[in-house]
Structure formats: structure tokens, C-alpha cells
């Protein structure tokens, strides 16, 4: 099984950058997500990592650190709108993805 | 590209009655979709992976005579909640694996409240 863990809560100010850190222990892995979650709504995917080091994808990167267990998930820029939940999920060898339970990130003016 | 509907959005039933939902991916083939419960303020539970042509497995714990699932497309997978309570009232998820091997995309969700 997976046991991932991430902080609950997370509060910044507009402008800013936070980072969310995500650790985990997995008996099989085969790739780890980053998903935005607004409340009432679906994830939506914000990056995959497979392998060691950093992806850039325009206000957001990731990164992942395969031998610690680690990753983590910076929000530059913040905006209002980023305001959410944030949910690190782990793929395992079936394919299956493991949720942590999720960053509520709260932006303020 | 990479759609995935879900219907109804919202429903409300009567405890002791039978709910279905739907999911599609609407622009690309599906083989493998994937039902998701979620309870307030609580991250994502797996409930059972759904190959199209074949039996869902379930993870443990989700009772399959309960959830039924059923994939009979590449475009479709229902979850059928039978003889619901209250106690499955929760936010329904489906996702599908995309086209490319690691995109999972979800649906909107369908919120189930039993009374």
C-alpha cells in the first residue's frame, strides 16, 4: 500500500510563492501526480514526475526526489484564484493512484 | 481533448433505492476507468478499477455487490449504488486514463445524497 502525507493547511499572501511538501512510502511506484481540487469540483492534473529533479510548467513546478520519498509542489505568483486544495497521489505498479489528503491553500489580499 | 462527463451531476434519493452513474470520456478511447468516493473534507478513495470487457476489481473493504460496476464501451462505465443508505452519501468520481500512459482524467464528480 501507499501512505503519503502532506501538510493539511497552508496560508499565503497574493504575490507570494509556497511550497507543499509531500512525502511517501510505497511498496511499488510508478509515478507521482500533483492535482488541484476546488471544493465541490473534480481534480484537475497540474504535473507528473517519474523521475528525479524538477518540471517547470509556467507558475507551477514540481519536483521529485525518487531515493527520499519526496516531493513537492511551488506555487509562484500566487493568485486569488489558486486558492484550493492541493492532492499528491502516488501511482503504483497496477496503475492505480494513492491520494494523500490533501494542502488547503488559502490566498489572502 | 481528454474529456470526461459524468451524469447525473447531483442526485437525491430515498434510502433503500438504487442510484446509477454514468461516466464517459468523451473524445478519446477509454480501456481502463476508475471510481473514486470522496467525503467532505477528505482526500480521494480508490473504490474500484473498471477494464472495459471485463469485471471491475475492487479495492478492499468496497462491497461489489453493493457498487456495481459495469464498463461495457471504451466510452462508457456505470456505478450502479444499490439499495443506498445514508451512509453513502459522498461525492462520486470516475476517471479515465487518457491516451497518453500517464494521464488520469477525472469527471466532474456527482454528489449522491441518501435521505
Known amino acids: 500500500g501507499q501512505n503519503i502525507d502532506q501538510p493539511t493547511e497552508m496560508t499565503a499572501t497574493e504575490g507570494a510563492i509556497v511550497q507543499i511538501n509531500c512525502t511517501y512510502q510505497?511498496?511499488?511506484?510508478?509515478?507521482l501526480f500533483w492535482y488541484q481540487q476546488h471544493a465541490g469540483e473534480a481534480p484537475t492534473f497540474l504535473s507528473y514526475n517519474v523521475l528525479d529533479g524538477l518540471e517547470e510548467k509556467g507558475r507551477f513546478s514540481s519536483f521529485l526526489s525518487r531515493s527520499k520519498g519526496y516531493s513537492y509542489l511551488l506555487l509562484k505568483e500566487l493568485q486569488m484564484k489558486d486558492s484550493a486544495s492541493y492532492l499528491c497521489?502516488?501511482?503504483?505498479?497496477?496503475?492505480?493512484?494513492?491520494f494523500g489528503a490533501g494542502t488547503t491553500v488559502t490566498v489572502r489580499a | 481533448g481528454a474529456v470526461v462527463s459524468q451524469h447525473p451531476s447531483w442526485v437525491i434519493c430515498k434510502s433503500g433505492t438504487s442510484v446509477k452513474i454514468e461516466c464517459r470520456s468523451l473524445d478519446f478511447q477509454a480501456t481502463t476507468m476508475f471510481w473514486y468516493r470522496q467525503f467532505p473534507k477528505q482526500s480521494l478513495m480508490l473504490m474500484a478499477t473498471s477494464n472495459e470487457g471485463s469485471k471491475a476489481t475492487y479495492e478492499q473493504g468496497v462491497e461489489k455487490d453493493k457498487f456495481l460496476i459495469n464498463h461495457a464501451s471504451l466510452t462508457l462505465s456505470t456505478l450502479t449504488v444499490t439499495s443506498a443508505h445514508p451512509e453513502d452519501s459522498s461525492f462520486y468520481i470516475c476517471s479515465a486514463t487518457g491516451p497518453l500512459d500517464y494521464e488520469q482524467y477525472f469527471g466532474p464528480g456527482t454528489r449522491l445524497t441518501v435521505t
Open positions: 510505497t511498496s511499488g511506484f510508478n509515478g
Open positions: 497521489a502516488v501511482r503504483d505498479g497496477d496503475y492505480k493512484l494513492s
